[in-house]
Every structure is written in structure tokens, then in C-alpha cells.
């Protein structure tokens, strides 16, 4: 329609100039203007008496109007407009054809792949108009790019789609011909992050319109995608874990799917989730055991549907690594009661922790448990950097402040802060504000806002209740599914005893309450300080969830264990090695990342650090990482692998002879799996590519036009053509619309 009344298509109005071919001057043209709309004004003011009442005021300005339009329309036509525009000069330019040869093309559409609809969309007319013009050129595109002669030898058998580096290689290799334009005929299914300001820059700097045609369809009728899988990169053997799995689905709101979590075959868990809107991503937790030590290749997967149109995007790979370290956890007790027997008692068994206690059984006597040799603890709490630092955690029971030295005290914060532990203060009759805790340094570490008062301890029963923040957290799920779990809280035996601990802090997560006389007052409370993180368990008295039931009964233990797991499962050792990116998909580049502390947890910035990489196949290769010239203590390396699975890296970091520390990290590659997911046509990257490099985004069905909007180019070897627009359809149409409103206005008025 819009080729019938302007005469040319619209691109030839965006990329051409309006111009007047007329010799007349521009001058004139305004002056005739004016002195034909003040003639026609003339006019009607002279015949003012002849024309009915009704038809002055308003009703004579329209007519004068409509006149007046339709007379500088005749003399703008006198004047020749025309618009100048670009073209270019046939068979001396080429056009570049980057067709997708990706895997992704093998999508069946409506009973056909795009590969064949490409094909098709090539032979039916697309490369027969656009050789009659221009030289033409055939790429196919995936993780690289091929120069191919003929549409039948596209077999979609590339394993990844990277348009923004393709379309970098077409520019380089043609850098020296006078290119046209591009065309691109994909699904947009990029695999590369999508297309980058620096790809767009280098188009718009050569000028070249890149346009494209987009295959498939922009939404599936019934699929299920998992789009990303967050689990911990490190654990704790037979820790429980969750991992958040965000997915979408279409098709298939309201029901029932399965996900499940398992590691070479053997399930680690599994859980039932409802789907919600449609094509909008969701997000749920799924609980698993992270089983025996070792370097794990987990696979998180949702049971394919019967009418599923694609399985393949039902399943993603994670790598975990879980460590068989045994974390120390210090436990300072003042005073001896039941809870500090409770406690020990909890984890005892739990062979990945170890409690190192001191407890104060009078004022001059310490009695000491889990220590590594007579030396240790000897002196009670340590003075020393080196001594306290070598522990994961703290936990301070009913013991007053006043107990450490102001220099211990600043130890402990520089413990959380600069050293990353974890730091839990118990509830007891000479802790937090009994206990002196509200002043500096506690007061930056504790989680809440004491009371200014003592007295805050009672030996009045008090029943738990978990909070919103406490029915998703690991540390309180003592059952697998999240309602009983709030129903097993509930009936928890009651606590003997609870503190007052004041407002939680902003920032702050209150996990439990605990109701006492009809007051609810938070119970745990946890937050993150510095590197590390704070917790306060506002009681001395849980230790009956162990005697008010059965033997068997594993409330209390549990509780503990997943509690000092998170105090510790953080703790950085002095060299933290990480990636940025842990699954690599369809490329090995990978950036290795050290961060090297000395024995007080300083930044060592004269260290010697080397990785030893393990491939999937059991080769290794040493690589050395250098320090970061803008953070010290920083180091990093670059290196890729050229196998797909999964990949180990132990760094080790050295000063002279001294090893400082070694850490391990853990990543993956995966080879063409990214073909299997966003496999709707992504018509938006299409759609952007084209309109911000001067381009224009076509459906199959379009291409016709293809060859015609190409011409209107300014890359290349071009000319400048004038095309008359006196003669469109549009002007006599206009003309016509403006006498015969005036016609009609008159006829209304009773003036004809």
C-alpha cells in the first residue's frame, strides 16, 4: 500500500533527501504562497456579505485554509521536487549472503526445518534477483565462518552460532572490496552473548546496512527450558545443598513437573514444582545431598513432557566440588552447662567438623576438648593472629565481653572482617547485653541492636517459630518439604531459657522467632560482615529438642550441623581460587582468578602462583598467573582447553620456598548443547542488528523487496539518482482530498 501511493518503497524516503529541481528560486515559491493565501483571503473578506452568518468566523478561516493547502500544493509541484538518493552502480558491488548453518536451523517448523525453508527462501528468487544487481557472495555461519557456492551444501551441522565474530570475519576478509550490504538469515539463536557495541561500531564505521531475514517461530506451543542452575561451586562432604533452578515453560501452566538433581546416574534429589505463567522464568529451590568428596559432574534436569517439542533444553550440567576438609570450630564457654554438652554432642559424629572447645569451669580453670596438642588453647583464647586464624569459625557462648583483652576483642573482629570466619553468639545469662557485648567491636558485629539494659536473660520457656526468610534457609530445613518442615517447628519441644536481643538490623535475617508470654522476639538472626558473617541464637536451652524426644530423633543434631556448616562452608582460605564463568559453552577460554593472603590475612603481593589445569581426559598443563597490577594481592592467567567436559585447576601459591596456600576451582565446557536451547526465533537481536546499522529486518515471505533496498546504499561504489515525486499517487489523491472537503464544507453550510 504504501508503494502504491508514495511510487517507491519506504526505504527509499529513510535513506533519501528531499530536494526541489525546479530553477526557479526558493524565495519565489514562499512568495507565492503568501500572496495566493492572502489573495484567497481577499477574497472571501469582499464577498463577506454575500456569505450566510453561519458561514463567517471559524467556518470562513477553514475555507480559506483548504484553499489555500491545495494552491501551495499545485505550486510546489511547479518547483519539481524529487528526493536525491545513493545507489548502487550495478555488478560493481558485492552483497555478502551470511547464511546460519548452525545445528539450531534443524528445527522442524511447521513440518519443515528452517535449513529447508532457508534453502528454499535462497533458490526461490533471493539470489536470482540480488545477482542480476550486484556480485554475490555465500558464507555459512556458526563458530566460524565458510565460503560455500551452492544453497544444497547448508547441512545446519555447525555447532554454535556466533554472529557478532562472523560478521567481524566477513568485514576482515572483505575489507578491501566495495562491499554493498550485508544479509543474514538466522534464527538470532547467538550462542556468543549476543552481538557487542564493538561489532556495531565497526558496521557503522564501514557504513555497511546489514539486513536481515529471520526463520522459526518466536514461541513454542509446548516446552519446558531450563535457562540457568545456581549451586554452591564448593561444599562440605554430605552437606545438603539447594540448587535454584530458573526455567520456562509454555504449554504447560499447572502442571506438575519433576526435576531432579543426580550425579553419573544416581539420584541426589528431586522435587515436584507446579508451572506458572507461561514464557515467564521461574525460579525453584531443589534440595540434594552433596554426597562423598570428590569433583562432581551434576546434572539438573525436568522429566520431558509427552508432547514436548524440545527435550534437548530440558537439562543442564553443573560442576561441584566437595572438599574434604575438616573445617575447626572454636567454641568458648564461660560458664559449664547443658548446652555446651549438647552441642558437642551434636556433631560429634559429623567427621567434616571439628569443635575445639574451651570451657571455664571456675574462674582460674579451663578445660579444654578437640585440641590438636597440649600447646593448643593452653592460655585460653588466642592473642595471636596466626593462632585464631587458623580456625573457620567462632562461637561464643555465656561468657562476658570482659573476658577478652581489648586486643583479643579487635582479633575477633578482624577474624569476620579481614579473615572471613563465622562468628555465633549464643544466648546466656553473662552474654550480649548481660554479658557487656553492647559496645565496639561487638556492635558492629552483632546482627541486631541490644537492649541498653541487663536482665535481658530469662529461665521462662519460649516455643520456636520459623519466619518467611527461615522456612527457604538450609540451616532450619530439618524435613525435605518446606510445609512439614513448619509443621516439625511447631512441634519442637520448648526451649528452657531465651534472651532479649533487641531489633534486627538493617540488612539483617531474622530466620526464627521464639514466643515467650505472648511476645514474639527473634531467636536467630544471621547477617554478612566484611568477608565473613555473624549469627546470634538467642538461647542457651535448646538442648531438650535432644532430651524431649525420641532417641532416634535427629531435630537437634541436624540443626547444629547445617548451622556450623554455614558458619564455616565460606571461610576463605588464605588463596581463593576462582572463574568468573564456571561452564564455558562451545569455547575453552577460560580467566583463572587467585586471590593470595599471607598468615595474618594480608594481601601478599610478592607471591609465586601456578596452576596445575587436569583436563577431562587426565592430561595436565602448568600455567603461571600474574599479579594484577590495580588490586594486590590479586593474580590471574588466561588459558583454554580444547576438550569438551569438565576441568580441575589446583593453585598453588609460593614466596620463595614458603607455601602460602592452594586451592582448587572447577569449571566446564560444553560443546554444542547451546544449539539446543532459545530456539524461538530471536527476532528482537534481528531486529536491533538491522535498525542500528541501517539495515531492515524481513520475514521469508519479504525477501522480494530485498534486492530493491539494497540499491539505496551508501557503501560501496555508488551514484546519486533523483526520483520525481510530482507524479505519485498520494498528490492527486491529497488534491482531491482538499477540494473535495471544501466542496463538501460548502455543501454542509448551504454555500454552493
Given at each position: 500500500?504504501?508503494?502504491?501511493?508514495?511510487?517507491?518503497?519506504?526505504?527509499?524516503?529513510?535513506?533519501?533527501?528531499?530536494?526541489?529541481?525546479?530553477?526557479?528560486?526558493?524565495?519565489?515559491?514562499?512568495?507565492?504562497?503568501v500572496?495566493?493565501?492572502g489573495?484567497?483571503?481577499?477574497?472571501?473578506w469582499?464577498?463577506?456579505?454575500?456569505?450566510?452568518?453561519?458561514?463567517?468566523?471559524?467556518?470562513?478561516?477553514?475555507?480559506?485554509?483548504?484553499?489555500?493547502?491545495?494552491?501551495?500544493?499545485?505550486?510546489?509541484?511547479?518547483?519539481?521536487?524529487?528526493?536525491?538518493?545513493?545507489?548502487?552502480?550495478?555488478?560493481?558491488?558485492?552483497?555478502?549472503?551470511?547464511?546460519?548453518?548452525?545445528?539450531?536451523?534443524?528445527?522442524?517448523?511447521?513440518?519443515?526445518?528452517?535449513?529447508?525453508?532457508?534453502?528454499?527462501?535462497?533458490?526461490?528468487?533471493?539470489?536470482?534477483?540480488?545477482?542480476?544487481?550486484?556480485?554475490?557472495?555465500?558464507?555459512?555461519?556458526?563458530?566460524?565462518?565458510?565460503?560455500?557456492?551452492?544453497?544444497?551444501?547448508?547441512?545446519?551441522?555447525?555447532?554454535?552460532?556466533?554472529?557478532?565474530?562472523?560478521?567481524?570475519?566477513?568485514?576482515?576478509?572483505?575489507?578491501?572490496?566495495?562491499?554493498?550490504?550485508?544479509?543474514?538469515l538466522?534464527?538470532?539463536?547467538?550462542?556468543?552473548?549476543?552481538?557487542?557495541?564493538?561489532?556495531?561500531?565497526?558496521?557503522?564505521?564501514?557504513?555497511?546496512?546489514?539486513?536481515?531475514?529471520?526463520?522459526?517461530?518466536?514461541?513454542?506451543?509446548?516446552?519446558?527450558?531450563?535457562?540457568?542452575?545456581?549451586?554452591?561451586?564448593?561444599?562440605?562432604?554430605?552437606?545438603?545443598?539447594?540448587?535454584?533452578?530458573?526455567?520456562?515453560?509454555?504449554?504447560?501452566?499447572?502442571?506438575k513437573?519433576?526435576?531432579?538433581?543426580?550425579?553419573?546416574?544416581?539420584?541426589?534429589?528431586?522435587?515436584?514444582?507446579?508451572?506458572?505463567?507461561?514464557?515467564?522464568?521461574?525460579?525453584?529451590?531443589?534440595?540434594?545431598?552433596?554426597?562423598?568428596a570428590?569433583?562432581?559432574?551434576?546434572?539438573?534436569?525436568?522429566?520431558?513432557?509427552?508432547?514436548?517439542?524440545?527435550?534437548?533444553?530440558?537439562?543442564?550440567?553443573?560442576?561441584?566440588?566437595v572438599?574434604?576438609?575438616?573445617?575447626?570450630?572454636?567454641?568458648?564457654?564461660?560458664?559449664?552447662?547443658?548446652?555446651?554438652?549438647?552441642?558437642?554432642?551434636?556433631?560429634?559424629?559429623?567427621?567434616?567438623?571439628?569443635?575445639?572447645?574451651?570451657?571455664?569451669?571456675?574462674?582460674?580453670?579451663?578445660?579444654?576438648?578437640?585440641?590438636?596438642?597440649?600447646?593448643?588453647?593452653?592460655?585460653?583464647?588466642?592473642?595471636?593472629?596466626?593462632?585464631?586464624?587458623?580456625?573457620?569459625?567462632?562461637?561464643?557462648?555465656?561468657?562476658?565481653?570482659?573476658?577478652?583483652?581489648?586486643a583479643?576483642?579487635?582479633?575477633?573482629?578482624?577474624?569476620?572482617?579481614r579473615?572471613?570466619?563465622g562468628?555465633?553468639?549464643?544466648?546466656?545469662?553473662?552474654?550480649?547485653?548481660?554479658?557487656?557485648?553492647?559496645?565496639a567491636?561487638?556492635?558492629?558485629?552483632?546482627?541486631?541492636?541490644?537492649?541498653?539494659?541487663?536482665?535481658?536473660?530469662?529461665?521462662?520457656?519460649?516455643?520456636?517459630?520459623?519466619?518467611?526468610?527461615?522456612?527457604?534457609?538450609?540451616?532450619?530445613r530439618?524435613?525435605?518439604?518446606?510445609?512439614?518442615?513448619?509443621?516439625?517447628?511447631?512441634?519442637?519441644?520448648?526451649?528452657?531459657?531465651?534472651?532479649?536481643?533487641?531489633?534486627?538490623?538493617?540488612g539483617?535475617?531474622?530466620l526464627?522467632?521464639?514466643?515467650?508470654?505472648?511476645?514474639?522476639?527473634?531467636?536467630?538472626?544471621?547477617?554478612?560482615?566484611?568477608?565473613?558473617?555473624?549469627a546470634?541464637?538467642?538461647t542457651?536451652?535448646?538442648?531438650?529438642?535432644?532430651?524431649?524426644?525420641?532417641?532416634?530423633d535427629?531435630?537437634?543434631?541436624?540443626?547444629?550441623?547445617?548451622?556450623?556448616?554455614?558458619?564455616?562452608?565460606?571461610?576463605?582460605?588464605?588463596?581463593?581460587?576462582?572463574?568468573?564463568?564456571?561452564?564455558?559453552?562451545?569455547?575453552?577460554?577460560?580467566?583463572?582468578?587467585?586471590?593470595?593472603?599471607?598468615?595474618?590475612?594480608?594481601?601478599?603481593?610478592?607471591?609465586?602462583?601456578?596452576?596445575?589445569?587436569?583436563?577431562?581426559?587426565?592430561?595436565?598443563?602448568?600455567?603461571?598467573?600474574?599479579?594484577?597490577?590495580?588490586?594486590?594481592?590479586?593474580?590471574?592467567?588466561?588459558?583454554?582447553?580444547?576438550?569438551?567436559?569438565?576441568?580441575?585447576?589446583?593453585?598453588?601459591?609460593?614466596r620463595?620456598k614458603?607455601?602460602?596456600?592452594?586451592?582448587?576451582?572447577?569449571?566446564?565446557?560444553?560443546?554444542?548443547?547451546?544449539?539446543?536451547?532459545?530456539?524461538?526465533?530471536?527476532?528482537?537481536?534481528?531486529?536491533?542488528?538491522?535498525?542500528?546499522?541501517?539495515?531492515?529486518?524481513?520475514?521469508?515471505?519479504?525477501?522480494?523487496?530485498?534486492?530493491e533496498?539494497?540499491?539505496?546504499?551508501?557503501?560501496?561504489?555508488?551514484?546519486h539518482?533523483?526520483?520525481?515525486?510530482?507524479?505519485?499517487?498520494?498528490?492527486?489523491?491529497?488534491?482531491?482530498?482538499?477540494?473535495?472537503?471544501?466542496?463538501l464544507?460548502?455543501?454542509?453550510?448551504?454555500?454552493?
Amino acid at each position: 500500500m504504501f508503494e502504491f501511493l508514495f511510487k517507491y518503497p519506504s526505504s527509499l524516503f529513510s535513506k533519501g533527501n528531499f530536494v526541489l529541481l525546479g530553477t526557479w528560486p526558493l524565495w519565489l515559491l514562499f512568495s507565492a504562497v503568501v500572496l495566493a493565501g492572502g489573495g484567497l483571503a481577499w477574497s472571501i473578506w469582499i464577498r463577506r456579505k454575500r456569505i450566510a452568518s453561519s458561514v463567517q468566523g471559524g467556518k470562513s478561516v477553514a475555507v480559506w485554509a483548504l484553499q489555500t493547502l491545495l494552491v501551495t500544493l499545485i505550486l510546489l509541484l511547479l518547483w519539481q521536487p524529487a528526493l536525491s538518493v545513493g545507489t548502487l552502480k550495478p555488478q560493481q558491488n558485492i552483497v555478502a549472503v551470511v547464511v546460519d548453518d548452525s545445528h539450531s536451523m534443524t528445527t522442524q517448523d511447521n513440518g519443515s526445518s528452517r535449513r529447508d525453508e532457508v534453502i528454499r527462501t535462497l533458490n526461490g528468487g533471493l539470489l536470482k534477483s540480488l545477482s542480476n544487481k550486484f556480485q554475490v557472495r555465500l558464507y555459512r555461519l556458526g563458530d566460524h565462518i565458510e565460503r560455500f557456492e551452492k544453497p544444497e551444501q547448508l547441512n545446519a551441522s555447525l555447532p554454535a552460532t556466533h554472529i557478532a565474530s562472523g560478521l567481524k570475519e566477513v568485514l576482515a576478509e572483505s575489507a578491501t572490496l566495495p562491499i554493498g550490504a550485508l544479509v543474514l538469515l538466522s534464527d538470532g539463536a547467538d550462542n556468543s552473548g549476543g552481538i557487542d557495541l564493538e561489532t556495531i561500531n565497526e558496521i557503522r564505521r564501514q557504513r555497511i546496512p546489514v539486513h536481515t531475514v529471520g526463520f522459526g517461530r518466536e514461541q513454542f506451543a509446548r516446552d519446558i527450558e531450563i535457562q540457568d542452575v545456581q549451586i554452591p561451586v564448593r561444599a562440605l562432604p554430605n552437606s545438603r545443598l539447594q540448587a535454584q533452578v530458573s526455567f520456562r515453560q509454555h504449554g504447560y501452566s499447572g502442571r506438575k513437573l519433576h526435576l531432579t538433581i543426580k550425579e553419573n546416574g544416581k539420584v541426589l534429589g528431586s522435587g515436584d514444582v507446579i508451572g506458572k505463567v507461561d514464557g515467564v522464568q521461574q525460579t525453584e529451590p531443589v534440595l540434594f545431598n552433596a554426597g562423598p568428596a570428590g569433583v562432581k559432574d551434576v546434572e539438573v534436569a525436568i522429566d520431558p513432557q509427552a508432547d514436548e517439542e524440545n527435550a534437548k533444553n530440558n537439562k543442564l550440567i553443573r560442576v561441584l566440588n566437595v572438599d574434604n576438609a575438616r573445617p575447626r570450630v572454636l567454641y568458648i564457654e564461660g560458664e559449664p552447662r547443658w548446652d555446651y554438652k549438647f552441642l558437642r554432642r551434636a556433631v560429634e559424629d559429623d567427621k567434616n567438623i571439628e569443635v575445639v572447645s574451651v570451657l571455664r569451669t571456675t574462674q582460674n580453670k579451663l578445660y579444654r576438648q578437640g585440641i590438636a596438642n597440649e600447646s593448643e588453647l593452653k592460655d585460653g583464647f588466642p592473642g595471636k593472629v596466626e593462632d585464631l586464624f587458623g580456625y573457620q569459625a567462632i562461637i561464643l557462648g555465656s561468657v562476658e565481653s570482659a573476658y577478652f583483652t581489648p586486643a583479643q576483642q579487635e582479633l575477633i573482629q578482624q577474624f569476620v572482617d579481614r579473615r572471613g570466619g563465622g562468628l555465633l553468639f549464643m544466648g546466656g545469662r553473662a552474654s550480649l547485653a548481660d554479658g557487656g557485648y553492647g559496645k565496639a567491636p561487638f556492635t558492629d558485629l552483632l546482627p541486631v541492636r541490644l537492649p541498653d539494659r541487663k536482665n535481658t536473660f530469662h529461665r521462662d520457656p519460649a516455643t520456636a517459630e520459623l519466619t518467611q526468610a527461615g522456612r527457604e534457609s538450609l540451616i532450619c530445613r530439618l524435613e525435605e518439604n518446606p510445609d512439614r518442615n513448619v509443621e516439625r517447628w511447631k512441634k519442637l519441644p520448648y526451649l528452657m531459657n531465651f534472651q532479649e536481643v533487641g531489633a534486627p538490623k538493617p540488612g539483617a535475617v531474622v530466620l526464627a522467632d521464639m514466643i515467650a508470654a505472648g511476645h514474639k522476639m527473634p531467636l536467630l538472626i544471621t547477617q554478612n560482615y566484611g568477608r565473613g558473617r555473624t549469627a546470634v541464637f538467642a538461647t542457651g536451652g535448646d538442648w531438650r529438642w535432644q532430651m524431649l524426644q525420641p532417641v532416634e530423633d535427629m531435630t537437634h543434631e541436624m540443626f547444629w550441623r547445617q548451622l556450623l556448616r554455614w558458619l564455616v562452608s565460606d571461610t576463605p582460605t588464605r588463596v581463593v581460587a576462582s572463574t568468573p564463568r564456571p561452564v564455558l559453552t562451545d569455547e575453552g577460554g577460560v580467566h583463572l582468578r587467585a586471590e593470595v593472603r599471607d598468615t595474618t590475612y594480608l594481601p601478599a603481593g610478592d607471591a609465586q602462583v601456578e596452576a596445575r589445569v587436569v583436563g577431562p581426559d587426565g592430561s595436565s598443563q602448568s600455567v603461571e598467573l600474574h599479579p594484577d597490577p590495580l588490586e594486590q594481592g590479586v593474580y590471574s592467567a588466561e588459558w583454554s582447553g580444547d576438550k569438551a567436559g569438565s576441568y580441575l585447576a589446583e593453585v598453588v601459591a609460593k614466596r620463595g620456598k614458603e607455601e602460602l596456600g592452594r586451592d582448587v576451582v572447577t569449571f566446564r565446557r560444553e560443546n554444542g548443547q547451546a544449539e539446543n536451547f532459545h530456539l524461538e526465533q530471536n527476532r528482537e537481536l534481528l531486529e536491533k542488528l538491522s535498525s542500528q546499522t541501517g539495515g531492515r529486518y524481513y520475514r521469508p515471505h519479504e525477501v522480494n523487496r530485498l534486492g530493491e533496498d539494497i540499491s539505496y546504499s551508501e557503501a560501496g561504489i555508488t551514484v546519486h539518482e533523483t526520483r520525481d515525486l510530482w507524479d505519485m499517487p498520494i498528490v492527486f489523491f491529497l488534491a482531491l482530498l482538499l477540494r473535495s472537503s471544501e466542496w463538501l464544507l460548502r455543501r454542509k453550510w448551504g454555500v454552493v
